[in-house]
């Protein structure tokens, strides 16, 4: 067992460099390999049709370099964005900002809390009791995040931050009523109006969920390959603050192509997560060809 894990390890950090040195070489170029590589063909950039394809050529050709959405992947700098936005109230409260792993005050945190750098994803730590929490391990791990440049596998160089631009932020625990955290809404937004929504509920440790879609009116929507149908044990509600989802949404994604704003429902609370420009690094394998298809209609490149 050991030896398997350590050539996934070895096979996984060859990955990373691979395309790394192509986006290094041509974003372009990293783009197309690694698109034919998921999907055993070669994305049309030219004349794009479906929503992955619509997002690679928006992504290579704006959002790579545009400052408002370099500012929006920032997970410390979009508060600024959502506080000038008049939306400083769905901000969820910060218990510190770090510039190193060394920095946290670990005496100072409070019993649960998440832990996160401000690039990237799939970095966070979601602590439950601060006592049985294993410190060093935390540090090393942050540490080690801290020192990759994530954005270069999927050439999204959006989250390209300089070392001084580095931030730990380390945020209130959210709980959902039942000491885990709550369900993530995920809503697709199109020039500022807000068509589709993504549950994510079920999480797991591994990181592992279950992804529901649902449309503006919340009829569900058999777009995920796994989740054709909603599970008789599983009943997803229309969220009773669905309104707000959708009035913050239109706030937060104005005058942007496409964008996903994330959210949180606490009670009768509703919280920001992030904003997301290129879901999946813009090559989502999870939803079927139609959902492909209809999910990039409302995009115009």
């Given amino acids: 067992m050991k030896l398997i894990k350590y050539l996934k390890k070895l096979y996984w950090k060859g990955y990373d460099l691979y395309y790394s040195m192509l986006t290094l070489i041509s974003p372009r170029l990293n783009t197309m390999v690694l698109f034919h ?131 730990i932020l380390v945020e209130q625990f959210l709980d959902n009523g039942k000491g885990e955290s709550p369900e993530d809404f995920k809503v697709y937004c199109y020039n500022g109006v807000p068509l589709y929504f993504l549950v994510c509920c079920n999480r797991k440790e591994s990181g592992q969920a279950d992804y529901f879609y649902f449309d503006a009116n919340w009829r569900f929507l058999p777009f995920d390959i796994k989740n054709q149908s909603l599970p008789e044990d599983t009943e997803i509600n229309r969220p009773e603050h669905l309104d707000l989802l959708i009035s913050y949404s239109k706030i937060l994604s104005e005058g942007f192509p496409f964008v996903r704003a994330d959210f949180y429902i606490i009670g009768d609370k509703v919280y920001f997560g992030e904003l997301t420009f290129t879901p999946c690094g813009c090559m989502d394998q999870a939803i079927t060809d139609e959902a492909n298809r209809i999910l990039g209609l409302p995009i115009k490149v």
Avoid at 127 to 133: E, I, P
């Fill in 37 to 167: 590589s998921k999907f055993h063909k070669w994305p049309n950039l030219r004349h794009p049709s479906t929503f992955n394809e619509k997002m690679l050529k928006i992504k290579l050709e704006k959002y790579n370099k545009d400052p408002l959405v370099k500012r929006c992947a920032d997970k410390y700098a979009v508060r600024g964005y959502v506080e000038e936005k008049g939306l400083s109230s769905i901000l969820v409260p910060l218990v510190g900002v770090y510039d190193r792993p060394s920095q946290i005050e670990w005496d100072k945190l409070p019993k649960r809390f998440v832990i996160k750098w401000n690039f990237g994803c799939h970095m966070n730590i979601v602590c439950k009791d601060v006592n049985t929490l294993n410190k060093a391990v935390i540090v090393n791990d942050l540490v080690k995040w801290g020192g990759q440049k994530p954005y270069l596998v999927n050439s999204e160089l959006q989250y390209r931050l300089k070392d001084d631009e580095k931030k």
